[in-house]
């Protein structure tokens, strides 16, 4: 579901491909620095998600644990 949302959807290309925009629904155009679009590896490679899932795994782990 991610890469089909990454490539038809949002247009972004997938981790590990040259993360060059494709046609999708929407036309983005990741600029900035690699920290933050995650370079040639997409956005699945930034750090903002990294933090997004982290908290994610975190909330989950505090509501399986209760």
């Given amino acids: 579901m991610w890469d089909s ?3 038809g959807i949002f247009g972004i290309g997938v ?3 040259t993360g ?3 046609k999708g629904l929407l036309q983005p155009s ?3 620095p ?3 679009t995650g370079g040639a590896l997409g956005i ?3 750090v903002l998600t990294l ?8 909330l989950l782990l505090r509501l399986a644990y209760q």
Avoid: C, P, Q, R
């Fill in 5 to 7: 949302a990454n490539d």
């Fill in 15 to 17: 981790a590990g491909e």
């Fill in 20 to 22: 060059e925009s494709i």
């Fill in 30 to 32: 990741l600029k900035g």
């Fill in 34 to 36: 690699e920290l933050t």
């Fill in 44 to 46: 699945e490679a930034s």
């Fill in 51 to 58: 933090v997004v899932v982290l908290v994610a795994g975190i």
